[in-house]
């Protein structure tokens, strides 16, 4: 049974195609996560889901009614979680939480003995009553967390809720996670983060360029792709040609299949190897032709790999992409000043 289903969406800001088409459901009860780098339309995505934005077209559907005709019913059964925390600095944690209780329109008995029930949840006993503009990012997200929570809601969406956190922050919030799935509440968690969306859902949708281009359970998207990826690390080339003849003795061999230069660090290849005692070509092959191998790596395939497969680019050199297009507009406007 699913609690999302997401039909066509289509949105754009100017020139800029932010979701063409993209198509996704959430089974209801599942920890489901967005994977994808700056810029792919996982933040609008959550913002039409959750009523804060209208798309250009499509359709969502939440709990058998339509979210984008019926928005206050959808926000009574939803929590939402921005990825920029926004709260007042002046109240105490406590004040915030009454207020939100109150914006819900929960009885004051209700919201205080909610209240009381996420800060022995969230161990927020030690700062709770402290004015908000003292707390550290940690203890905002999880006030945030809270906020969301407040009202018991069938789905929490998550907008890459642990972004800039330490070690103990994050895996607290992972942990609270993993326990709110166990209760039954569906949760949707976007982030970049790899290591994040492996560790915590069950199943998850890669986007890229405002489309879902994979889906399904992080085993079943690894274990599509078949044998083991390599990373090879040569010296630092001095031109793209010899990348260039790097990958192609690499596609001579048999055995050896997808390889991709990574743009990020030209010097750096990945492809993938099928059999037994393939290394060895591999390093005889680029000795005759003088290549010095400084490093090769082989692993079973990942959610990188996966997202390498269906795009020919890393997560990592998709962010730089973004990065640098950013760093690029800011010139510009400084230019124009």
Known sequence: MYLIEIKELVKSYGPVNALQGLTLKVPKG???????????????TLRILCTLLAPDSGGVTFAGFDALKNPLAARRELGYVAQEVAIDKILTGRELLKLQGDLYHL???QRDLRIDELIERLKMHKWID???????????????LASGLLHQPQLLVLDEPTVGLDIESRSSIWELLRELKEDGTTVLLSSHYLEEIEA?????????????IAEGTPQQLKEQLGGDRVTLRVQEFSNKNESDLVKGLLESIDGVSQVVVNQAQGF????????????????????RSNFQIFALAQSRPSLDDVYLNATGRTLMDVELEVSSQRDIKLEKKKAMR
């Not at 402290?130 to 945030?144: K, V």
């Not at 915590?200 to 879902?212: E, F, K, M, N, T």
């Not at 750096?268 to 000795?287: A, C, K």
């Open 107 to 109: 009885s004051s008995k």
């Open 268 to 287: 750096s290849l990945n492809f993938v190897v099928e059999g037994e005692n393939i290394l060895p070509d591999i390093r005889t092959e680029l000795g």
């Open 30 to 44: 599942s920890l489901f996560g967005l994977l994808g780098p700056n810029g792919a339309g996982k933040t609008t």
């Open 200 to 212: 915590l859902s069950d199943q998850i949708a890669i986007i890229d360029d405002g489309r879902v």
């Open 130 to 144: 402290r004015r908000c503009g003292s707390y550290s990012g940690g203890m905002r997200r999880r006030i945030d």
